[in-house]
């Protein structure tokens, strides 16, 4: 088990430096245009691709650090070149981490390589698991696996939504009930494999931010799938299911509840480096702004009002790395989070990317208000952070109940 530090080593710097580069010299000269056009930029996740950045291997690299570092690091400088685009070269990871999570090595070697495609045929691949009605109500999810016995299939019924890469994905990774009795233990991951019949995509949402992230839903009707693309196989499923039964009978549903918590806990700091990413580049540009831009004959840094609130925004920026790179560390140790720090991690970060970048667009004045400065699509950016992985209401509550060990409503 690594100690927790603060210094990157000379590895994990080199690979921070070229995933900067890449974000520098690729993603953010190509944000505004991708932004405007509202479309999954294919070809910057092609040049992803031919570098080793859009990858599994890559992912797995850094996924495996034993500083628990790398996600954070690279999840950081990719959205400091812009998030909309480097939400759509990370977004296959969901339904990647889904199957390593969950499935058979056979199930792993088969799917996860068609997700990615190659260099000259790039995939992508959704994860499928909000609905509706079931967003931060995770136990309200309606979609419904029934199986075929005689014909050794599933049959998927449902409508999911925000799903990324929904529709235009290869392969997709969709969550459903398979024992409405057991809430959130019977739920069940499928595999839908290319042009499957029966799976469409709805509504495509043109949104506030994140623009170059295709997101829509996901409709299924009638959705089969063979018996093999359940994820870890049936006889897992059903050893799975009937230690949940006999658990329920034992009163012991609300531990089992925790320890679902526990996984989503783990996974929320990468989502706290998205937004110091974001944070961080619209700190920059206002600071080099404010360094350059005169009124009154001097330049508007040598005013108080604006060094001081450049010097809040870089210290609450740093704060959020802390919180992340913390909570990413306790993860791959194994320690417990008693206080909710991923939680914490994510709740602190995705508020400091909203003010910070509103911060942004104050010191660059009506100039931060055009599309001619790039704080205005950071700033619209932002909002998703405390949405999605979790809203900011849903991690207080999650930090209230943990600290208090109270059930809290």
Not at 20 to 40: N, S, Y
Not at 128 to 145: H, I, L, N
Not at 327 to 340: D, E, I, L, Q, R
Request: with cysteine; proline share 4%; net charge negative.
């Amino acid at each position: 088990m690594a100690e927790f530090t603060m210094e990157l080593n000379d590895d994990q710097k080199q690979v921070r430096d070229w995933i900067h580069g890449f974000a520098a010299d690729v993603i953010r000269p190509a944000a505004a245009e991708w932004d405007e056009r509202e479309e999954t930029p294919w070809p910057v996740i092609q040049e992803a691709a031919k570098v080793g950045i859009y990858s599994l291997d890559f992912y797995a690299q850094q996924f495996f650090d034993p500083t628990g570092l790398g996600i954070p690091m690279a999840m950081e400088e990719l959205f400091w070149g812009d998030a909309g685009i480097a939400l759509s070269i990370v977004g296959t990871g969901l339904a990647a981490i889904g199957v390593l999570a969950n499935g058979t090595e056979e199930q792993i070697g088969t799917w996860i390589p068609q997700m990615y495609g190659d260099a000259t045929d790039v995939k992508v691949a959704a994860f499928c698991s909000s609905e509706p009605d079931a967003g931060s109500d995770v136990g309200a999810m309606r979609t419904r696996a029934v199986y075929d016995e005689a014909k050794d299939e599933w049959v998927l019924n449902g409508t999911k939504t925000w799903a990324t890469n929904g529709g235009i994905a290869g392969v997709h990774i969709v969550v459903a009930v398979v024992d409405p009795e057991l809430g959130t233990k019977g739920h069940a991951s499928f595999i839908v494999p290319p042009n499957t019949p029966g799976l469409s995509q709805g509504q495509k949402f043109k949104k506030h931010g994140i623009r170059a992230s295709h997101t829509a839903e996901v409709v299924l009707e009638d959705c089969r799938v063979p018996g093999s693309c359940l994820l870890g196989g049936k006889e897992k499923l059903d050893e799975r299911l009937a230690r949940a039964r006999e658990r329920a009978r034992a009163g012991g549903g609300e531990r089992l509840k925790n320890a679902a918590m526990a996984t989503f806990e783990a996974s929320r700091p990468a989502v706290g480096a998205m937004a110091i990413g974001t944070a961080r580049a619209a700190y920059e540009v206002a600071l080099d702004y404010a360094k350059t831009r005169t009124q009154f004959g001097r330049p508007i840094i040598d005013n108080q009002g604006v060094a001081f609130q450049l010097a809040d925004m870089r210290t609450q920026i740093d704060a959020a790395r802390l919180l992340v790179w913390r909570a990413s560390w306790m993860a791959v140790a194994g320690k417990p989070f008693t206080s909710a720090e991923g939680s914490m991690s994510k709740l602190f970060a995705s508020e400091v990317a909203k003010k910070v970048t509103a911060q942004a667009v104050q010191i660059l004045g009506g100039n931060g208000f055009t599309r001619e400065y790039p704080v205005e699509r950071m700033h619209r950016d932002s909002a998703i952070y405390t949405i999605f992985e979790g809203t900011s209401e849903i991690q207080r509550l999650v930090i209230a109940r943990t600290i208090s060990q109270m059930p809290i409503r």
